[in-house]
């Protein structure tokens, strides 16, 4: 798992970089069209997925004979649930010119038609190798999912294409090859496939149809104020949030990436009594630590790697902040929830949740731009940590000071896993150091 969190890292760095290369070309306004195309196809391909990629993992792990149906289950249902969601959005949104696809052009929305049955795809490949306690695979394909536009977005940069439907196809392709390049992996750290199972089929879509509510409501909260945002500011107001909150998610990023790896092993027979709170608040800490620092360098980073066009976002972020630590917690606390057997659960606290943001945009957009699209996240994100935690103590039963103060034996776990992870970039970087040695 320490691994995993490097190379997670590694990927967050990649995806960073790639946002500031898309804000650089493509300027405020492209920056907006782009992020809404990158959001659109997100939440669509969660929707597409039916929740049937977290319902084969707890099986999976119940039932290790279906590791041979896993990948073989995930064609078909990627195929056919991504291509209908795509076509029912993209298509019809182009023929009747929905706002949110006619600024994409039809290049955009064939792009799109392509891309949410891929990542439907990936989304089962990298949980394929979480189910097989592979967390260095999963994180290595997230963090190439996210890192290989970058290379498209530099080379359409040099020969000058900075049009938005330029980068959609450099995405697009980038996705494509993501996918087929970590089948290797796949097929090798795996049992040989068998073919599509219905028994595995079955109870993972029950399972899922039950998550997948929760899975669309947390999409909402996360991302449903992009299209508000768009609808009130348009594509430049656009253009300013979407790099806020680019820099506040780098505080739940880490979180994230932990979650998606305790998943398996809240929903298995080993968890001990105790480990659950102790990751909460390992998690904590770092979101705090983390979102002290953008707090407090916000405004040279952004005049930095952006540039003067994007300095609205600065006060954005900080308010963004305040909420992104809370929300950090939701990554254990909901998973915990969810993998325990109640996977509905997010319906009603995301639902909570994303009331409280469209009904606060609604308020603050119109006097307060994207500050007040940011003071309305922060706000929401605070409910749903709020929230979740209350059911995290159901079954926990663990006071706050359990749930959220780090005690001496945490920080010995810490400084632990800090030591071993210089140790292991010390093994990386001596090769080459004797390597040399050797040559000379």
């Known amino acids: 798992m320490i691994s995993a969190a490097i190379i997670s890292y590694a990927g967050l760095v990649g995806s960073f970089i790639a946002s500031v290369v898309v804000s650089r070309l493509l300027g405020v306004e492209g920056k907006g069209v782009f992020s809404l195309f990158i959001a659109t196809v997100t939440g669509l391909s969660l929707v597409a997925t039916f929740g049937v990629p977290n319902g084969q993992t707890v099986y999976a792990s119940e039932r290790p ?36 696809v006619a600024p994409l052009g039809l290049f955009g929305a064939v792009a799109g038609l392509i891309v949410v049955p891929a990542g439907v795809l990936l989304m089962f490949q990298r949980q394929y190798f979480l189910v097989l306690h ?33 980068f959609l196809g450099a995405f697009v392709a980038s ?7 970590f089948q290797i992996p796949a097929r090798r750290a795996g049992p040989p496939q068998e073919g599509f199972s219905r028994a595995l089929a079955g109870p993972s879509l029950s399972f899922g149809v039950r998550q ?21 500011l348009g594509g430049y107001g656009l253009g300013i949030y979407s790099v806020a909150v680019a820099l506040a998610e780098i505080t739940v990023r880490l979180a994230n990436e932990i979650g998606t790896m305790l998943y398996p092993t809240f929903s298995g ?47 954005a972020v900080r308010w963004l902040v305040l909420g992104t630590v809370a929300r950090s917690t939701t990554h254990v606390t909901w998973t915990y929830v969810s993998a325990r057997g109640r996977p509905s ?16 945009n609604i308020l603050l957009l119109p006097h307060w ?7 309305a996240a922060a706000a929401s994100y605070v409910v749903a940590a709020v929230l979740f935690y209350v059911l995290f103590r159901q079954r926990e039963a663990c006071s706050l000071r359990q749930a959220f103060v780090v005690d001496a034996g945490d920080l010995r776990r810490l400084s632990e896993a800090v030591r071993e992870i210089i140790e292991r970039a010390g093994r990386v970087f001596a090769i080459p150091a004797k390597a040399h040695g050797a040559a000379e």
């Open 345 to 360: 659960s997010g319906v009603g606290v995301f639902g909570i949740a994303t009331a409280v943001d469209v009904g606060l």
């Open 369 to 375: 731009g994207v500050v007040g699209a940011s003071i």
């Open 175 to 181: 996705q494509l090859v993501c996918y087929l390049l």
């Open 65 to 100: 004979e279906w590791l041979r149906h896993f990948m073989a289950n995930a064609v078909p249902f990627s195929l056919l649930g991504g291509g209908i969601i795509g076509l029912a959005y993209f298509g019809v949104g182009w023929v009747t010119g929905w706002r949110q």
């Open 212 to 232: 997948l509510a929760s899975i669309t409501a947390a999409y909402a909260m996360g991302r449903l104020d992009f299209f508000i945002v768009a609808a009130y």
């Open 269 to 315: 027979r080993n968890l001990k009594p105790g480990d659950a709170p102790r990751a909460l608040r390992l998690v904590t800490l770092m979101a705090v630590a983390t979102g002290g620092l953008l707090f407090v360098a916000s405004g040279p980073v952004v005049h930095l790697l952006y540039g003067a066009a994007f300095a609205q976002a600065v006060p």
């Open 134 to 166: 592979r967390f260095e695979l999963a994180k290595i394909a997230g963090g190439v999912a996210v890192t290989l536009p970058l290379i498209g977005y530099l080379a359409l940069g040099l020969a000058h294409r900075t049009d938005v439907s330029a």
